[in-house]
């Protein structure tokens, strides 16, 4: 069975919520990536903020990318995935989102990984993939 772990692109990191959204940029620049996961004080999950969530919610807006935090951008209930889930509940929780990109969280509740639309297409068949492009961009 294939799960989570087997999928994901280990290493993601946190950014504080307390970080401004400038450093976030930052951050995603060095990494090379589109999305952060924001943790609280507790280093538990609190939200993702994307490169796109910078721009339209924060710059085209008017607002301070410097004064913004990562914690300003975070709504509602943060989605993620165990290690051990099988990848077809992977599948479920992105598809039943219409999420893009899923924090992938250990037994002790800590960030391991991230998994993306790049890193399922790697590990699906055509006909899996074309369903979940569909159901995610429906």
């Given at each position: 069975m294939t799960t989570a772990a087997d999928i994901m692109?280990?290493?993601?990191?946190?950014?504080?919520?307390?970080?401004?959204l400038d450093r976030a940029a930052q951050v995603m620049r060095e990494l090379d990536v589109g999305a952060l996961p924001?943790?609280?004080?507790?280093?538990?999950?609190?939200?993702?903020?994307?490169?796109?969530?910078?721009?339209?919610?924060?710059?085209?807006?008017?607002?301070?990318?410097?004064?913004t935090t990562a914690g300003d951008l975070c709504k509602g209930t943060p989605r993620w995935i165990s290690t051990v889930a099988p990848v077809e509940d992977v599948l479920q929780e992105m598809e039943s989102h219409q999420i893009r990109r899923l924090p992938v969280i250990d037994e002790n509740k800590?960030?391991?990984?991230?998994?993306?639309?790049?890193?399922?297409?790697?590990?699906?068949?055509?006909?899996?993939?074309?369903?979940?492009?569909?159901?995610?961009y429906a």
């Open positions: 692109n280990p290493g993601a990191q946190w950014i504080s919520d307390t970080e401004t924001v943790s609280d004080a507790n280093e538990r999950l609190c939200g993702i903020i994307t490169d796109r969530d910078i721009v339209v919610a924060c710059v085209a807006t008017g607002r301070d990318p410097a004064q800590r960030l391991v990984g991230m998994i993306s639309e790049a890193d399922l297409a790697h590990h699906l068949t055509d006909d899996q993939l074309a369903q979940f492009v569909e159901r995610v």
